[in-house]
């Protein structure tokens, strides 16, 4: 089946500081979705982005499909940007939401 | 509109003992998950429904675990008997169209001891 991978596992960050989370897949996908699971356990969608640019505030994201892999920067972090995000593709063969491993990111005040 | 409705929130058993799950999805929406994350990994599907009928659970450890969606709403996932490494945050989602959509609960954090 697909794989995702994601990196950096963890990442530590001071506020005010910029960072890019990437996610890896091994097969093509219908689409992708970013989540930021916060310290309460819920997961909230921050894109849909099978492909191109988007923005939303501080956070943008960028999907290259072709080349099987999508980006999520985070500008200006802020201390509730704390938790744990993940990326989760779609593909049609399974029609099912699969997630990555996910990146812990701690924003220190 | 409201989101997807789960309880209990927290639920700690013996191993051995049996638990159960509900799940209420967004009116509306046709399709139903049901998540297993185990802490420190990402979710997990187990099981998922198109309206009251079951479209994957391969993932479903099917010799403890079920799952069933009475008339296309809500959903219960039951496990019995519990096993120590069943200690985790089982989360629903539910879906209109399958890709887009996608709305999580809260999750049950389920601690077998």
């Known amino acids: 089946g697909i794989q995702v991978e994601q990196s950096p596992p963890d990442l530590i960050l001071q506020e005010g500081a910029n960072s890019t989370l990437r996610c890896n897949f091994s097969?093509?996908?219908?689409?992708l979705q970013w989540f930021h699971q916060n310290p309460w356990g819920q997961l909230i969608n921050l894109f849909y982005?099978?492909?191109g640019t988007k923005q939303n505030g501080r956070l943008s994201a960028t999907t290259v499909a072709t080349e099987r892999y999508s980006l999520l920067y985070i500008s200006s972090s802020q201390t509730t940007d704390s938790g744990v995000y993940f990326c989760a593709v779609f593909t049609s063969g399974t029609y099912k939401y699969i997630f990555g491993t996910g990146t812990r990111l701690k924003v220190l005040a | 509109e409201a989101g997807v409705a789960q309880s209990p929130r927290y639920k700690i058993i013996e191993k051995r003992q049996s638990v159960a799950f509900w799940c209420n999805p967004i009116s509306g929406h046709a399709t139903l998950y049901w998540y297993q994350q185990i802490l420190g990994q990402g979710p997990k599907l187990l099981i998922q429904?198109?309206?009251?009928?079951?479209?994957?659970d391969s993932q479903l450890p099917k010799d403890r675990f079920s799952a069933e969606r009475l008339k296309g709403v809500d959903s219960t996932l039951k496990i019995q008997p519990a096993k120590l490494e069943d200690s985790a945050v089982y989360l629903c989602?539910?879906?209109?169209?399958?890709?887009?959509?996608?709305?999580f609960g809260s999750g049950t954090r389920l601690t077998v001891v």
């Open positions: 982005i099978p492909s």
């Open positions: 989602a539910s879906s209109p169209t399958g890709d887009y959509g996608y709305t």
């Open positions: 097969d093509s996908v219908n689409n």
């Open positions: 429904f198109q309206n009251n009928g079951v479209v994957d």
